[in-house]
């Protein structure tokens, strides 16, 4: 499968295609749920992403579900509060709409917080670590290192961040297999690409910085950090082989995405 611009891999088209009911039928069901917010033209997206959080929630009452629920919420209320610096001289109703979301989103996100305070998912282990400094949360964490339950790309990538301050090798270790776990059928966590760059640049291994900022660059071209201009100014300052490692970092990338990639030594 070849790389497809990020843009294209909608997450809500993923969700809604062939994994449940759609958006209208489940608004039908459960009103409340499409109720939460109060309707705005900003942040759609995040809005009806907590909306499929919320119904898969309710269909298993998984912890990872209510991880899911946590950053979408996470999302929407980042999204209102941005939306909520726009001043609207006719409609400054539209401003305190706004506001009142972003304080029901931030209300979710702290009870679902304490609902899962005691969880021993992993994915949850590490939310209360990066956002609350659970020190509990953070050692029964990194206990399970090498086991089943971390085998998955975001745990890899949350082992990677614990580490990246602590051991840059062991931390590149860790990125490259949370690359080999990530399945063919779902975005890449562009930060994985940001962290190997800026790892293999203090390193001094600037033909690898170029390679994997440049894999940045094909799969997700809107990224802030991508630069076209940036990689050539790069390139031409350490006096690299730009056709070749664009060719290198387009291969790689199309075996990330097809699922095929193995780790490289380092």
Not at 130 to 155: I, V
Request: with cysteine; glycine share 2%; net charge negative.
């Amino acid at each position: 499968m070849k790389h497809l611009p990020l843009l294209l891999l909608s997450p809500l088209l993923l969700m809604a295609c062939d994994t449940g009911p759609d958006l209208a039928k489940i608004c039908k069901e459960s009103p409340a749920m499409c109720e939460e917010f109060i309707e705005d033209t900003w942040c759609k997206k995040e809005r009806v992403k907590t909306i499929y959080h919320n119904y898969a929630l309710t269909q298993t009452g998984a912890d990872k579900q209510k991880f899911d629920l946590l950053i979408a919420y996470e999302e929407y209320a980042a999204c209102m509060d941005h939306a909520s610096q726009i001043e609207h001289i006719k409609l400054k109703y539209k401003k305190r709409n706004r506001i009142d979301n972003a304080i029901k989103a931030k209300e979710r996100i702290k009870q679902l917080s304490e609902e899962t305070l005691r969880s021993e998912h992993p994915e949850l282990l590490f939310y209360h670590w990066s956002r609350y400094l659970n020190e509990g949360a953070l050692a029964k964490f990194l206990a399970m290192e090498g086991s089943k339950a971390l085998e998955t790309a975001a745990s890899q990538f949350n082992l990677a961040t614990y580490y990246i301050k602590r051991d840059p090798d062991k931390t590149l270790d860790l990125l490259f297999h949370a690359l080999e776990l990530q399945p063919d059928d779902s975005p890449v966590n562009t930060e994985i690409f940001k962290s190997i760059t800026t790892i293999f640049t203090d390193k001094e291994e600037f033909k690898q910085a170029y390679i994997w900022l440049k894999i940045l660059t094909l799969y997700d071209p809107e990224d802030i950090d991508s630069s076209e201009q940036g990689l050539m100014a790069f390139a031409q300052f350490h006096k690299l082989d730009a056709d070749f490692l664009d060719k290198v970092a387009s291969a790689t990338l199309d075996k990330i995405t097809d699922g095929t990639f193995t780790a490289p030594r380092h």
